[in-house]
Nanobody, 117 residues
Framework: QVQLVESGGAPVQPGGSLKLSCTASGITVSMYTVGWYRQAPGKQRELVGA???????NYVDSVKDRFTISRDNAKNTVYLQMNNLKPEDTAVYYCNAKDRKAGIVAWGRGTQVTVSS
């Protein structure tokens, strides 16, 4: 059974940092595109960024130069390092795993990030 579990969400002040984790079981994350998404209250879920084959990453413009996605294959985990957090980054953050042929194979249940003074 494929399972993704996010962790690391917390309350943080503006300008602070958090590192989210997305730990997989049932799949090897290095063989999938892993995306980070977020959903703020009253808004649609949006893509934050993703890591693809060869550790190529991309990000939505609003988080470029502040967020970094990385993979630790030994831990079967993908990370989202978030720096210089802003109140508008407040959301539930989710990860998913996507196979080139099969499409999305799993979503995590999310972790809450709240940026507030």
């Amino acid at each position: 059974q494929v399972q993704l579990v996010e962790s690391g969400g917390a309350p943080v002040q503006p300008g602070g940092s958090l590192k989210l984790s997305c730990t997989a079981s049932g799949i090897t994350v290095s063989m999938y595109t892993v995306g980070w998404y977020r959903q703020a209250p009253g808004k649609q879920r949006e893509l934050v960024g993703a890591v693809m084959n060869g550790n190529v990453t991309n990000y939505v413009d609003s988080v470029k130069d502040r967020f970094t996605i990385s993979r630790d294959n030994a831990k079967n985990t993908v990370y989202l390092q978030m720096n210089n957090l802003k109140p508008e980054d407040t959301a539930v953050y989710y990860c998913n795993a996507k196979d080139r042929k099969a499409g999305i194979v799993a979503w995590g249940r999310g972790t809450q990030v709240t940026v507030s003074s």
